[in-house]
């Protein structure tokens, strides 16, 4: 297949004019961006595994390593100081081999997601999140305001109904709901262009690495909350992608010598938050700075019912573990075409020619 068949490439329009001044090469790449979305990351595992195992580390400039529910996950995976290829075949096999009972509640999702954490967040992992000498994680959550922050399922899912109104009319709205609070290496800010959504910034430690990334997969309802994380202000945290589902965001401050995102996408689009999905006129501003590289049509095509896999599966394969394990194995292999597809991109010369806007 072509390469537009196997590989979507879209970039902001610094990014754009960043490929025609000096190409795509590993010191040119200032910050990654890593988008939620729980089972779409899997086409992404062999991918994430050759740019942090094998791309990056031709290079020494350091990374803001940004991501929100499962993008926080695969970069934590990432920042192992000596084997990030490891570190994100141990998070992909936990997830996969992940199950459920019939009618699973709260507390057994909560459990077995938390287990999943434990399995690869060792302590060589923690180590790097902390201390790595490159890669500085930004692991988004929220703090949940008002209602959004109860546990009976009825008051919580009323609320977040309501903000999922609210944010119809105005993403600035999800404010009065929820707070996006970045765990961050050293509290080191990111450059945001003022989304308008209240912000701040909490430095990872020993005593909070784990909850944090772990609450930046915390989907309402499904799961509870992470309540009063070290060093946080105190509430709730849960799910980062609620406000920053696929980081429409600059993240790099301009005129520095690594210009570029690079954002390995499931998609080939940035929606803005979790409850844009369905407003097909949210579109992203923000994300000036990010060159996408997401699955082609032909790749699109290789997979199970031509999608990537998604939380529904876990009802559409109800009572068939083995049907659920095969779709997803299926996009982990198309997976590994699409880092084939990739390592020939950033051997040739011209990556601009592929690139249409984003």
Avoid at 26 to 51: E, H
Avoid at 133 to 138: D, M, N, Q, V, W
Avoid at 192 to 214: E, H, K, Q
Wanted: charged residues 25%; hydrophobic residues 45%; proline residues 6%.
């Amino acid at each position: 297949m072509a390469t537009a068949d196997i590989l979507t490439l879209r970039a902001g329009p610094a990014a754009r004019r960043a490929l025609a001044e000096g190409g795509l090469t590993p010191d040119r790449i200032g910050a990654m961006a890593g988008a939620a979305g729980g089972p779409k990351w899997l086409i992404l595992s062999a991918l994430d595994r050759y740019i942090f195992g094998d791309w990056l580390a031709r290079s020494d400039q350091p990374v803001a390593l940004v991501g929100s529910s499962i993008g926080a996950w695969r970069f934590a995976a990432a920042c192992h100081p000596s084997d990030p290829a490891g570190a994100i075949a141990d998070l992909e096999r936990g997830y996969v081999e992940q199950r459920y009972s019939d009618g699973a509640g709260r507390d057994e999702i909560t459990a077995t997601v938390r287990g999943i954490l434990e399995a690869f967040f060792s302590p060589a992992v923690r180590d790097g999140v902390l201390q790595h000498p490159r890669y500085a994680l930004h692991a988004i959550t929220v703090r949940s305001r008002g209602f959004t922050a109860s546990e009976r399922r009825g008051t919580l899912a009323a609320a977040s109904g309501l903000g999922a109104l609210a944010n119809a009319v105005s993403r600035r709205t999800l404010g009065a709901f929820f707070e996006r609070v970045v765990f961050a290496r050293d509290g080191a800010a990111l450059a945001a262009a003022g989304d308008g959504l209240p912000t701040r910034t909490v430095a990872l430690s020993s005593a909070n690495a784990r909850d944090a990334v772990y609450a930046s997969g915390n989907i309402p309802l499904l799961m509870r909350g992470v309540v009063d994380p070290a060093g946080a202000p105190p509430g709730v945290y849960r799910d980062g992608g609620i406000v920053d589902y696929h980081i429409d965001q600059p993240l790099l401050a301009p005129g520095g010598d690594a210009p570029l995102v690079l954002m390995p996408h499931f998609d080939t689009r940035l929606v803005p938050g979790w409850f844009d999905k369905s407003l097909a006129w949210r579109r992203p501003r923000l994300a000036t700075n990010t060159l996408l590289i997401g699955p082609g049509p032909g790749l699109r095509a290789r997979l199970v019912d031509g999608r990537v896999p998604d939380r529904r599966d876990f009802h559409r394969y109800a009572g068939d573990d083995a049907g659920r394990l095969r779709a997803w194995r299926t996009a982990i292999d198309a997976g590994r075409i699409m880092r084939d597809a990739f390592v020939d991109l950033v051997e040739g010369a011209d990556v601009l020619r592929h690139v249409k806007p984003l």
